[in-house]
């Protein structure tokens, strides 16, 4: 549905966004993530035709953003991280106006008050944009993305600044849509609950591209197990076991992590036994986003822009 090859933009000698290639399949929501000044903004700028690439290609359902600009966008819904309201409409006025621009064919009244609906604005119809709250004006900006039913999504920051309720509502509307959606999100947490796949840039490259569990890594293996209560020392026993690199006492009693290079488990069991040490739970600990983040972008420097 999305196919990006060999994009980049430079800004005389600075290189923006530098030979990035991915792509997104029909109906995937996908997280576009990295720090500050990675060139998340740039490319969701070409991917909607607002600006122009230095090189390299972006079609849209098949159609070329270059070549057939019009036939591309017409396929886009764009959230930008600040909604393109007029505030001096009401917003009936507004989705009226926005249905007109795109030259959107489906049956006006109908068509307009499904969006409404889906995006729990149906009360909010004849009051003026200008005295919404930050959460509406958000749902407004969704709305307008949704006029002419496109067929993807480009989401900038859509929830930053909203309040965790409005959060959750508005990942439950994005959710239900059913679309393919690329959302660019500082909030890993966003990203974590709503995407199945994440591409990270940093520096304007491409560092990593996969579903959390191809980020994490096949080959490591890290454990949390908890243990009976017991006066030896139990770190120096889990550390003498066969492939244990690092061991960490957690928050909870008598709970340690275990950071691998195999599956240790039957070693493990084996040395407790020995000193007589129960096992109460033992389960493998997934690494968190933040940490599949930092593993990525570290090392790529700090050269980064917008």
Known sequence: ????????????????????????????????????????????????????????????????????PMEAKKRIGYLPELPPLYLDMTLDEYLDFVYDLKGATQPKKEHLQEIKELTNLSHMGGRLLRNFSKGYRQRAGLAQALVGDPAVLILDEPTIGLDPKQIVEFRNVIASLGKTTILSTHILSEASALCTRMIIISGGKLIASGSRDELEGKNEFRYTVELSYTDCDVCSVLSAVDGVLEVSALEEENTFLLTCTKDVRPALFRALAEKNIAILQLKKAAPTLEEIFMRAVSGTGEEETK
């Open 1 to 68: 549905m999305i196919e990006v090859t060999n994009l980049s933009k430079h800004y005389g000698t600075n290189k923006a966004v530098d030979n990035i290639s991915f792509s997104i399949a029909p109906g995937e929501i996908v997280a576009f993530l990295g720090p500050n000044g990675a060139g998340k903004s740039t490319t969701m700028n070409m991917l909607t035709g607002y600006i122009s690439s230095t090189s390299g290609t972006i079609k849209i359902d098949g159609c070329d953003i270059v070549n057939k």
